[in-house]
């Protein structure tokens, strides 16, 4: 993860929808955890960003994004919150960080041309 472009992924899109949509208003509420795990895992919201430089991050890092929902008003009952307890409840996936220069595949040499001469005087 040397390279800082495309390292941000934001999850905002995993929200929760009424069905029916009765027009209550939802709030959502992101938390992650996991992310305390590496320097390289910064998080805000419900984005998670992934960057390092450092070899030494290298690892593999399980991560769980939690999305506390609240309905504002459901008529005579008030609002209802909703918090994930378990994993099952949760998006949990697991971030990879490589060390490039581990992974890389480097081609064999070639030299042209093919042959080299060296004249004296």
Known sequence: ??????????????????????GWAVSNSWTWEGVDASPALTSSGAALSVYTTAKAQKGSYEVKLSNTITIASNGPAGSTTFTPSTDSEKTVFTIVVTDPCETATINALTF????VSVADG
């Not at 040397?2 to 029916?20: C, E, I, K, M």
């Not at 042209?112 to 042959?115: D, E, I, R, V, Y």
Request: charged share 10%; aromatic share 12%; glycine share 0%.
């Open 112 to 115: 042209s041309p093919s042959t």
């Open 1 to 22: 993860m040397y390279d800082p472009t495309n390292v941000s992924h934001d999850f905002t899109s995993a929200t929760y929808t009424q069905v029916p949509d009765c």
